[in-house]
Every structure is written in C-alpha cells, then in structure tokens.
C-alpha cells in the first residue's frame, strides 16, 4: 500500500540540511542509516531510507497517532490520452475541412465548366448555325420547291379546274331547268290532306296540306 502523508515542508528542508552529527544527542536519528527525516502536521516524524521504505518510531506512552490515508492510485496515460485524442479530433477535423475545401472547388469547378459549355458554347453555337443554315440553305431550298414545284402544281391544277367548270356550266343550266320544271309540276299535286279541328271556329276551317 502507498501511504500519502501530509508534512510539513518547512521542518522538511530543515532535517534535510540538518546533518547527524550535528543535532543533539536526543534528537540524533535513532537509525542513522536512514536518511530524509519528515515530519507530519502533528510532529510526528519518519524517515525515509535508501531504497524508499519508511520507518515511524513510536515510543511508550505516545499519545500522537500517524494517520495514514490511502493514495489513489492515478495512471499517467489517461491525461496523455485525452490530450491526444483532442489533437488527434482536431488534426483530422483540419484535414477533413482541407478535403471540404478542395471538393469545393472541384465541384463548383464542374458546374461552371458545365454552365459555360452549356450557355456560352452550345447556346451560342447552335443559335448561329441555325440561323446561318436557315438564311442560307433553308430558306432558298423552299423558294425554289415552291416556284418549281408548288407553285406550278398549283396553277395547273387551277386552270384544269376552271376550264372543267366552264366546259360543263352549259349542262348543268340545262338540268337545272329541266329539274325546275318538274319540281313544279310535283308541287301540283296533294299526296295528303289533314283536316286539323281545333276549340275554336277558326281552328276548325284550318287545313294542313301536305
């Protein structure tokens, strides 16, 4: 067992200079090859040898008592431990935001890289094509279908017409008065007659024809 003493420093640094020879006969060290006398807050003293044991004398009749109380026991690596788990938490903590940092950049790198082909490059690219292929080739393309193809179809196909309607209007005036006469001549003569009585004098002379 490691027993934890409180003593006095002061009386301490005195016994420690204080050679044997020198002290009075009583207070001579019972055990001069022992060395490093201390005392503890209630006069009590012990020494401490050479290889680190102790010995308290005690005499017949001692009133005073050497209270001794147990030391914990502390280890050193804990403490070391913390201490190298927070500088190790903020190393990679630092690496991590150097990572952060660079994917950052990459990654807005990508974008605008994407948004400058997409707007600046192919936008403007096929703007320009378009319009030079549609003044240029397009647009002659369709006046000559249209004056050699369309539009010849299309005149053509307006005088057959015409010349059509102007060879057959003679016949077709000739059955339109044929036809007239006879829808006179139908209208003439009463299929039916119906004979509608109605509540008053009036309605009762009423005649549907038909």
């Not at 409180?6 to 207070?27: G, T, Y």
Request: net charge neutral; proline share 5%.
């Amino acid at each position: 067992m490691i027993l934890k003493l409180k003593w006095s420093k002061i009386v301490e640094e005195e016994h420690r200079n204080l050679r044997v020879e020198d002290k009075p006969e009583q207070d001579r060290d019972p055990l001069p090859h022992y060395y490093n006398p201390m005392t503890t807050p209630d006069g009590s003293y012990f020494y401490q040898s050479r290889d680190g044991r102790f010995i308290f004398p005690f005499e017949d009749g001692e009133q005073k008592q050497l209270v001794c109380v147990d030391d914990v026991i502390e280890a050193k690596l804990p403490p070391i431990a913390d201490k190298i788990d927070v500088i190790a938490r903020r190393v990679w903590r630092e690496v991590f935001a150097a990572l952060r940092i660079a994917f950052v950049f990459l990654f807005v790198f990508v974008i605008e890289l994407m948004r400058f082909i997409a707007h600046d490059v192919v936008h403007a690219f096929l703007l320009r094509v378009l319009a030079i292929v549609g003044d240029f080739i397009i647009k002659p393309l369709l006046v000559l279908s249209f004056n050699s193809f369309v539009l010849p179809a299309l005149v053509f196909t307006w005088n057959v017409l015409t010349g059509i309607h102007s060879t057959l209007e003679p016949a077709f005036n000739i059955v339109k008065s044929c036809t007239l006469q006879f829808v006179l001549l139908m209208k003439a003569f009463r299929l039916v007659e119906i004979t509608y009585n109605g509540g008053t004098r009036e309605d009762s002379n009423k005649v549907v024809t038909v």
